[in-house]
T-cell receptor, first 115, second 117 residues
Framework: EAGVTQFPSHSVIEKGQTVTLRCDPI?????LYWYRRVMGKEIKFLLH????????ESGMPNNRFLAERTGGTYSTLKVQPAELEDSGVYFC?????????????FGPGTRLLVL | AQSVAQPEDQVNVAEGNPLTVKCTYS??????LFWYVQYPNRGLQFLLK??????LVKGSYGFEAEFNKSQTSFHLKKPSALVSDSALYFC???????????????FGSGTQLTVLP
């Protein structure tokens, strides 16, 4: 079974540019989460999809961040325009719909550097 | 609100010695507790979890963790450290009483473990 995949693995952009991150969850996992770790800090929750619906986006920092999950499969996270403080590692995780005690499995992350 | 504290940014231990990485948590309901590890330039790997049952949980690579409800702790341990255990370790909690789909994890800030040869 393939794990959670993320693309790109690294991205270096200039302030003001746009970047789109992609996450492909484990096949059949209806729950999809985005998290972010800025340098030296804790990993923070950004938002949660159940299928194609946003269940909780309370962690999104501001309206420069837009997440989508069309068709309930893969998800994208767009940052537009990017700012210096957006630099960090963006993780995606997925979880089956059922199974309250299940484990979230994480992707390898996208390392974003905004110059 | 739920929170996790990892009081040590860095833990150094000699190879072959036992290691402990500390974690305390705060959650309103029953805690579901997790340990993840991040090796250099890799993603987060699941190590072990506590949901219910025995307080001592065994996981991957010889790691174990002990759930202590009275101290609200979930320290990660290994009897004999290996150089290859050197990595960044994250403790995470979720409120097991949360209904429905609100299952996001709350993480600690991470502890860098260095095992010295």
């Amino acid at each position: 079974e393939a794990g959670v995949t993320q693309f790109p693995s690294h991205s270096v952009i200039e302030k003001g540019q746009t970047v789109t991150l992609r996450c492909d969850p484990i096949s059949g996992h209806d729950n999809l989460y985005w998290y972010r770790r800025v340098m030296g800090k804790e990993i923070k929750f950004l938002l949660h999809f159940v299928k194609e619906s946003k269940q909780d986006e309370s962690g999104m920092p501001n309206n420069r961040f837009l997440a989508e999950r069309t068709g309930g499969t893969y998800s994208t996270l767009k940052v537009q325009p990017a700012e210096l403080e957006d630099s960090g590692v963006y993780f995606c995780a997925s979880l089956p719909l059922a199974g309250v005690r299940e484990t979230q499995y994480f992707g390898p992350g996208t390392r974003l550097l905004v110059l | 609100a739920q929170s996790v504290a990892q009081p040590e940014d860095q833990v150094n231990v000699a190879e072959g010695n036992p290691l402990t990485v500390k974690c305390t948590y705060s959650v309103s309901g029953n805690p579901y507790l997790f340990w993840y590890v991040q090796y250099p330039n890799r993603g987060l790997q699941f190590l072990l979890k506590y949901i219910t049952g025995d307080n001592l949980v065994k996981g991957s690579y010889g790691f174990e963790a002990e759930f202590n409800k009275s101290q609200t702790s979930f320290h990660l341990k290994k009897p004999s450290a290996l150089v290859s255990d050197s990595a960044l370790y994250f403790c995470a909690v979720r409120d097991g009483g949360t209904a429905g789909s609100a299952r996001q994890l709350t993480f600690g800030s991470g502890t860098q473990l260095t095992v010295l040869p």
